[in-house]
Structure formats: C-alpha cells, structure tokens
C-alpha cells in the first residue's frame, strides 16, 4: 500500500500562486498513475491533473493553462504548480496514486488507488 502526504496548502488571494507536494512510502515515479484530486465541501470530488507512467500530463478543463503537474525522479515528490488562483479552486486537494489513470473524454487521472489525507487551499477574493 502506497501511502501519501500532502502538503503546501494555505490561503492565499485570487490571483496567487501555490505549490503543492506529495510525498510516497515507495518508489513512484514511472511506477504509478499520479495526481492531484480535490473536493470543495458540499461538491463532489473532482479530478484536477494526472501524469502517466510515461510522463504524459492532463488537466481538468477548469484549471488548464494555469496548473501544471510535475514529479521530480530523484525525489519521488510530485508536485501541482497553481498559479492565477480563484475562489471556485477553494478545496481540500489530495495527492493520488494508481496502477492505472481512468480516462474520461481525454482528461486522465488516478481515479482510483491511495490518495493521501490532503492540504486545505483557500483562496479568498
């Protein structure tokens, strides 16, 4: 079992930038379908970025062009690069890890396997 920890959420004004980390208990980098999934409360839980066993990357419509997903082989951190934030990306954002990436309508992600226990990111008008 893969076991993840999140971490560089916190609350920031519309229009800044976070970077959120993953740690992992094993060895992930092209082992694993990685990314970032979040729920806001009241929402359902929404796939935001993925990168595939052969470094191929995808992005949920709402955040294209202004998140990016990267993992960094020598540390087996992955990491969401979040840059021009708004409100409506007020969410608990977890880390993802799976044997496989779903794919729907192109956008693929980790939709299922271990997800860590999250990093609250608030972004305030």
């Known amino acids: 079992q893969v076991q993840l920890v999140e971490s560089g959420g916190d609350s920031v004004q519309s229009g800044g930038s976070l970077r959120l980390s993953c740690t992992a208990s094993?060895?992930?980098?092209?082992?694993?379908?990685m990314g970032w999934i979040r729920q806001a409360p009241g929402k359902a839980r929404e796939g935001v970025a993925g990168?595939?066993?052969?470094?191929?990357?995808s992005y949920a419509d709402s955040v294209k062009g202004r998140f990016t997903i990267s993992q960094d082989a020598a540390t087996n951190t992955l990491y969401l690069q979040m840059n021009s934030l708004k409100p409506e990306d007020t969410a608990m954002y977890y880390c993802?890890?799976?044997?496989?990436?779903?794919?729907?309508?192109?956008?693929?992600?980790?939709?299922?396997?271990?997800w860590g226990r999250g990093t609250q990111v608030t972004v305030s008008l």
């Open positions: 993802a890890a799976a044997v496989a990436c779903n794919e729907y309508d192109g956008f693929f992600f980790p939709e299922h396997g271990y």
């Open positions: 094993e060895y992930t980098y092209s082992r694993y379908c």
């Open positions: 990168l595939d066993k052969d470094g191929r990357t």
